[in-house]
Structures are given as C-alpha cells and as structure tokens.
C-alpha cells in the first residue's frame, strides 16, 4: 500500500513540476530589453503567423506596468518600431508591443483593410473573426496571461499604415480594449458615410474609403466610432503628393491631394456628422508642426537637428505636447 502511494506522490509530483515547467517556457517569451516572438495563439488566425516584437524596461513591476501596441507602417518593421519608443519606454515604465504583420502572409488588404473584406474587390465580407484586429486583442491577451500584468486596456498608436490600422480598428471592433488611440499620417480615412465618399466627378467609393456596403453601417456602430476617444494626429510637412508610399488612387484623392489635407478634410467631416447626428464627438485633431512623413517625429513631436550622417536627432528631455508619447501619458 505504501509503495502505491509513493508511486502517485511521485506521478503527482510530475505532473505538477512538468506544467511549471510548460508555464515557465511559456512565460520565457517575455524578456526585459527588446525581443520578439512569433505568434500562432489566434486560431482563425493561426495560420499566418504574426512576428510580435516588444519592449520591457530594465526596471519597475511588469504586474503593473502600462502597454502600449505600436502599429508599424507599410514597411511591415516592427523592430523599428519599437526601437522608436524604448528610450520613453524605459524613462517611462511602460511596455510597448509592435505586432508585425508580414507582407508575405499579410497583403495591403488584409493589414491596412483590417482582412474586413475576402479581397481587394471589396464585395465579400469575412466572417468577423478573421478580422484582423482579433490578433491585437488575441495578443493582449497572450500578454496578460504569461506575465501577470493587471492591465484592464492598452493604449495604440499606429504612423501611416499603422494609422490606417488604428482607426479602422476602432470603428470595426467598437467592444476593443483600448485605452486611447492615436492614428498618425495614414494615406487614407474610412469616412462614416453610408453612402460614400463622391468625388467632384460624381464617383461614388466605399471601402475603405467610407463605410458605405460595409458591416459598419448601422447607427450605433458609427456613434460608437465618433465617440470613441481618439487623436487625429497630422504632421504639418507631410504635405508630398508624389510620395512613393502615398495612397494616390482615386479613392483617396477624393479626399484630399496629400496627407496632411486628408486629415484635416476627415476629422472636419466626421466633426460635422456627429453634429448631424446629434452625437458625442470625442476626437481630437492635433497638428505636429514642422514633421513630415516621421513615425518618431510624430511620436517625440520634435526633431532636434541631424547628425553628421544627416539623419534626425530625437532628445527624450525635448518631447513636446503635440507628439503621441505626450498625448498617450501626460496629457489626460
């Protein structure tokens, strides 16, 4: 009888060393410094994997630090987006997660577009789950689950095609866990126009260019967006109409030549149908003096000279109240 229970102890004792183990490989994922992982834990997903690159600081309690998702741009470089943000990150506490979307797997479609559509004809709808915008929330809560990290939300912030990310996110998955959005230069804006963005000759556009045929034409689905609180953050110099990485199909150019003239077209508009509506209009539009198309200098507000390379130069003591990382942390 004795010899039995030893052999159940021992089996029981096994077990329970062996999940320890399993938790503890789990959680290796997440180092301090900057690191990335490859990420399968979304299972309509799960066959395009997605590369999640992040930042934790050297010190301070992970249980309870703040996270912010960095959306990267059309360079599909989460490793440089994060790198934009560790100097902040490691003044500040916080963590930042970039999940990088690879072009091989992930086509403009399905990345900026949000996967909302089977193709870029734009005719049939994915089912909701396929959305890509689950993945972020599928990550976040990968996060909390291997860290301990007590975060309730998360904080966004996406630069070009990052920016295009964030909003749409935000219409398309109003019950989202984020905090405060910040959306940066994207080349183009869903309008909540259910019947489309009309150019001066009488073209009519739908997605992604207005919700027009969409899933998100229902009333409460478009107070929802206009409530939602956002930045409208637009760089002063990103003025290019020849920018090789400029949305210049017709659909964009309805609302705008450039896009700094996109943004303010969009947030005025959108301003005005909430008054239409009669509707909370909870956006801000902040305007980034002197930065062009800078996915740093958007996030510091300021660039401080070039080195001898001619590359710009970002100080963490000279951030100013325009840039993402003040709007995100100290301006609320």
């Known amino acids: 009888m004795k010899s039995v229970l030893k052999i159940v102890s021992l089996l029981l004792f096994l077990a329970i060393t062996l999940s320890s183990c399993n938790v503890a490989r789990?959680?290796?994922?997440?180092?301090?410094?900057?690191?990335?992982?490859?990420?399968?834990?979304?299972?309509?997903?799960?066959?395009?994997?997605?590369?999640v690159h992040y930042f934790i600081p050297s010190q301070g309690d992970i249980d309870t630090?703040?996270?912010?998702?960095?959306?990267?741009?059309?360079?599909?470089?989460?490793a440089f987006n994060v790198s934009q943000w560790t100097n902040l990150a490691e003044r500040g506490g916080f963590i930042v997660i970039a999940p990088e979307f690879p072009r091989d797997e992930w086509s403009v479609n399905m990345y900026q577009f949000g996967?909302?559509?089977?193709?870029?004809?734009?005719?049939?709808?994915?089912?909701?789950?396929?959305?890509?915008?689950?993945?972020?929330?599928?990550?976040?809560?990968?996060?909390?689950?291997t860290t301990g990290n007590r975060s309730e939300k998360y904080f966004i912030n996406g630069?070009?095609?990052?920016?295009?990310?964030?909003?749409?996110m935000v219409l398309a998955m109003p019950n989202n866990r984020i905090k405060f959005a910040v959306a940066s230069n994207p080349s183009s804006w869903t309008h909540a126009y259910v019947d489309g963005v009309?150019?001066?000759?009488?073209?009519?556009?739908?997605?992604?260019?207005?919700?027009?045929?969409?899933?998100f034409t229902d009333e409460e689905t478009i107070k929802r967006y206009l409530a939602f609180p956002m930045v409208i953050q637009l760089g002063t110099a990103d003025t290019s109409t020849t920018a090789h990485d400029l949305d210049r199909s017709i659909g964009a150019q309805a609302t705008g030549t450039n896009r700094y003239c996109r943004g303010i077209a969009f947030f005025d508009s959108m301003k005005q149908l909430a008054r239409d509506m009669n509707t909370p209009f909870n956006w801000q539009r902040v305007d980034v003096e002197g930065i062009g198309h800078s996915g740093r200098g958007m996030i510091y507000g300021r660039i401080m000279g070039e080195d001898e390379e001619g590359n710009p130069v970002f100080c963490i003591d000279n951030i100013t109240t325009t840039g993402a990382y003040y709007l995100i942390f100290q301006s609320r």
């Open 26 to 51: 789990e959680q290796t994922v997440w180092q301090r410094g900057q690191h990335y992982f490859a990420f399968t834990g979304y299972e309509p997903l799960a066959h395009l994997p997605i590369n």
């Open 65 to 78: 630090m703040r996270v912010v998702m960095a959306m990267h741009g059309a360079l599909r470089n989460g």
């Open 115 to 145: 996967n909302v559509f089977t193709d870029s004809t734009f005719t049939v709808v994915n089912p909701k789950e396929k959305w890509a915008y689950n993945a972020v929330e599928a990550i976040f809560d990968y996060f909390l689950k």
């Open 159 to 168: 630069h070009s095609a990052g920016g295009q990310f964030v909003h749409r």
């Open 198 to 215: 009309v150019d001066a000759q009488g073209n009519v556009f739908g997605w992604p260019f207005s919700i027009k045929d969409s899933p």
